[in-house]
């Protein structure tokens, strides 16, 4: 499988601030996703990251708050703008052959709203 | 709602002690997918489930997927202190891969 790797691994911001996360895979992939995981909380799709166009967002998530660019079949970043202590959670990006198929995960960003 | 739901939420064992966990689906599913996040780490995928009645086994992991497609379950025999984490069942619903709520093994040695 890929290897995936994610940056910051950590972070803590101040309300209002943007936080932009990496995320590198060592292979071209087809599928790349974006997932939320509050605190002691299951996993939420945020977006898949289209290769070249705009990503396609799951319901209650939007490209305002949320945008996400995908350059090449290698790399993503997703961007978390206008921070709030609401926004503190477990930020990870997947690959996967298909948005049903199984998900290889990175190992996760971070992040805590003051 | 959440369509994918997973019982326990938690579960203390002695280190020995058998575990099992189980995952229903309001919808039949195409597939089951299985993953163990250990604390502080990410989701590693263990296994998938396809076909009606299926079963596979990992070592001390056994993995059952319902003859309906609409449920499956993962039992553990003999826990050890290395199990320790939340295994998360995940199915196709809609047009998404959608998680259930997992659940959280904790071992005393």
């Known amino acids: 499988s890929a290897v995936i790797s994610q940056k910051p691994s950590r972070d803590i911001c101040q309300r209002g601030t943007s936080l932009t996360i990496q995320c590198q895979v060592d292979s071209q992939v087809t599928m790349m996703f974006w997932y939320r995981q509050q605190p002691g909380q299951s996993l939420t799709l945020i977006a898949t990251a289209n290769q070249g166009s705009e990503a396609t967002y799951e319901s209650g998530f939007v490209i305002d708050k949320f945008p996400i660019s995908r350059p090449n079949l290698t790399f993503s970043t997703l961007t978390v703008s206008n921070m709030s202590p609401e926004d503190s959670s477990i930020y990870l990006c997947s690959v996967g052959t298909g948005r049903w198929e199984t998900q290889y995960f990175g190992p996760g960003t971070r992040l805590l709203v003051l | 709602g959440q369509q994918v739901m997973q019982i326990p939420q938690y579960q203390h064992v002695q280190e020995g002690e058998d575990f099992t966990t189980y995952c229903n689906s309001s919808t039949t599913l195409s597939n089951i997918q299985w993953y163990k996040q250990r604390p502080g780490g990410h989701p590693v995928f263990l296994i998938q489930?396809?076909?009606?009645?299926e079963v596979k086994k990992q070592k001390r992991l056994t993995f059952q997927f319902g003859e309906a497609k609409k449920n499956s379950s993962l039992h553990i025999t003999a826990t050890q202190t290395t199990d320790v984490g939340t295994y998360f069942c995940a199915g196709p619903v809609g047009n998404m891969l959608t998680f259930g709520g997992g659940t959280r093994l904790m071992v005393k040695p």
């Open positions: 489930l396809v076909k009606s009645g």
